[in-house]
């Protein structure tokens, strides 16, 4: 089965410039996550989408941050104008429904996209 | 704010040597813990999601622990070896959203041949 798929793995651009990052989940996971995670700390939440609908994003910097689930399948996370604070790995993460006990929500993570912005 | 500590920071040990490091988390509300494993360059890999009080779980020579009454769970790996270099995250999840949890900053561990 292949896991959560990220492209680009790295991606380095100079300032004021946009950035978009793309992620596959696992086939019929229905949570999909975008974390970002700063070095030296760990993964903080960006949002988080069941199926199409984004239900918590309440992290995510509107004013320069965009994202979209197109069909509840695939995912891309935009940022238009990047700034240098923005350098980071950004992680895709993606589970079953919340409610399978089984399950416990074990979140299922890309390899991520290390940004450096210059 | 929900608050998640890792210590150590980092550690450094000789391979062969046990060790063990600690997550501290909200005791209140308590959900599910979580254990990652993120290699360099690859994708951070669950090890264990704990739920209960007492919980002990195991993997080959990596096990954890769990204190949901005082908040804190350790993992320990038996007898290091290299590839067990790597970062170890915890993460807390709560009764007020099953699907978002919160991470620790990690702790980084490095076996020295």
């Known amino acids: 089965e292949a896991?959560?798929?990220?492209?680009?793995?790295?991606?380095?651009?100079?300032?004021?410039?946009?950035?978009?990052?793309?992620c596959n989940p696992i086939s019929g996971h229905n949570t999909l996550y975008w974390y970002r995670q700063n070095l030296g700390q760990g993964p903080e939440l960006l949002i988080r989408y069941e199926n199409e609908e984004a239900v918590d994003d309440s992290q995510l910097p509107k004013d320069r941050f965009s994202a979209e689930r197109l069909k509840g399948v695939d995912s891309t996370l935009k940022i238009q104008p990047a700034e240098l604070g923005d350098s980071a790995v950004y992680l895709c993460a993606s589970s079953l429904r919340p409610d399978t006990s089984l399950a416990?929500?074990?979140?299922?993570?890309g390899a991520g996209t290390r940004l450096s912005v210059l | 704010i929900l608050n998640v500590e890792q210590s150590p920071q980092s550690l450094h040990v000789q391979e062969g040597d046990s060790t063990n490091f600690t997550c501290s988390f909200p005791s209140s509300?308590?959900?599910?813990?979580?254990?990652?494993?993120?290699?360099?360059?690859?994708?951070?890999?669950?090890?264990?999601?704990?739920?209960?009080?007492?919980?002990?779980?195991?993997?080959?020579?990596?096990s954890a622990t769990l204190n949901t009454k005082e908040g804190y769970s350790y993992l320990y790996i038996k007898g290091s070896q290299p590839e067990?270099?790597?970062?170890?995250?915890?993460?807390f999840g709560d009764h007020s959203s099953a699907s978002k949890i919160i991470f620790g900053s990690g702790t980084r561990l490095s076996i020295r041949p």
């Open chain 1, 3 to 22: 896991g959560v798929v990220q492209s680009p793995r790295y991606k380095i651009i100079e300032k004021k410039q946009p950035v978009a990052f793309w």
């Open chain 1, 104 to 109: 416990k929500n074990i979140q299922y993570f």
């Open chain 2, 29 to 62: 509300n308590f959900y599910a813990l979580h254990w990652y494993r993120w290699e360099t360059a690859k994708s951070p890999e669950a090890l264990f999601v704990m739920t209960l009080n007492g919980d002990e779980k195991k993997k080959g020579r990596i």
């Open chain 2, 84 to 91: 067990d270099s790597a970062t170890y995250l915890c993460a």
